[in-house]
């Protein structure tokens, strides 16, 4: 497989308007964490009009779900209504459609902690905070998600020290 382009995935999210907030690790990234990420985890609205949009999204990025690739099963407005994740494969690479992070933080819990950031030309999008992205992350209580906190405080530490 190819290396990912989260950029351009993020861009046609974008493009289509729909609402949602980068977390994980491409969010920790982009706040300058130090870490290595393999796919682009995205909590959005589940409000139906963001689901049509998110939709329309996912079929101009021929996504499909990871599982049986072969299958290319494509999530529907049901899937997406969920709190649940959705696993998926694009054209530009994996990209996970999550309803909720953590101990069931929606959008609507998750969109007063993040902030907005440029990553490209005209893709402007928000990004979950280095504060709650941890906090999450504890809630998950995972092992990788474990494994990431000692970064992920000693990115919040720099980011505190240079402003």
Do not use: C
């Not at 870490?35 to 939709?55: K, Y």
């Not at 299958?71 to 690479?93: A, C, I, N």
């Amino acid at each position: 497989m190819r290396t990912p382009d989260f950029t351009a995935v993020l861009r046609v999210l974008v493009k289509h308007g729909v609402d949602f907030l980068v977390v994980g690790g491409v969010g920790a990234v982009l706040q300058s964490a130090p870490i290595t990420t393999f796919d682009l985890d995205v909590v959005h609205s589940t409000e139906p009009a963001n689901i049509a949009r998110l939709v329309a999204a996912l079929e101009d990025l021929d996504a499909h779900y990871r599982l049986q690739p072969e299958k290319k099963l494509r999530p529907d407005e049901t899937h997406l209504s969920s709190p649940g994740h959705q696993l998926l494969m694009t054209r530009f690479g994996p990209l996970d459609v999550l309803g909720s992070i953590g101990k069931g933080r929606r959008y609507a819990d998750l969109l007063p902690h993040s902030i907005e950031m440029d990553v490209a030309m005209e893709v402007r999008v928000r990004v979950l905070n280095l504060e709650t992205l941890i906090a999450t992350k504890q809630e998950a209580g995972q092992e990788k998600d474990l494994a990431a906190l000692p970064v992920l405080r000693s990115a919040l530490k720099e980011s505190r020290r240079r402003q």
